[in-house]
């Protein structure tokens, strides 16, 4: 089993940026596949980036060229780096990590980002 642990929202203006942060327990996490998700309330919930457990990546198109996303599993964390943020990327973002399966089993609990002047 690996623990989760979100860090890093804030209240940001638009045209901001946030590095949010997922930390790991666990010695086998580099072992797994972390996926960034959010859900703002009302809305279902969306798959924002992803990275394997060989560093490559893949965004969706609603972040992409805004986002990146990197490991360093020396430090059992995953970053999440966001640019030039607008209103629409005002959410919970969660961190999953994942093991033969692009579905997380496992879910840190989230943190706030909010995007407002």
């Known amino acids: 089993q690996v623990q989760l642990v979100e860090s890093g929202g804030a209240l940001v203006q638009p045209g901001g940026s946030l590095r949010l942060s997922c930390a790991a327990s666990?010695?086998?996490?580099?072992?797994?596949?972390i996926l960034w998700y959010r859900q703002a309330t009302g809305k279902q919930r969306e798959f924002i980036a992803g990275?394997?457990?060989?560093?490559?990546?893949n965004y969706a198109d609603s972040v992409k060229g805004r986002c990146t996303v990197s490991r360093d599993n020396a430090k059992n964390t995953v970053y999440l780096q966001m640019n030039s943020l607008k209103s629409d990327d005002t959410s919970v973002y969660y961190c999953?990590?994942?093991?033969?399966?692009?579905?997380?089993?496992?879910w840190g609990q989230g943190t706030q980002v909010t995007v407002s002047s």
């Open positions: 999953g990590a994942s093991i033969g399966s692009n579905q997380p089993q496992y």
């Open positions: 666990g010695y086998s996490f580099k072992f797994y596949r």
């Open positions: 990275i394997t457990t060989g560093g490559n990546t």
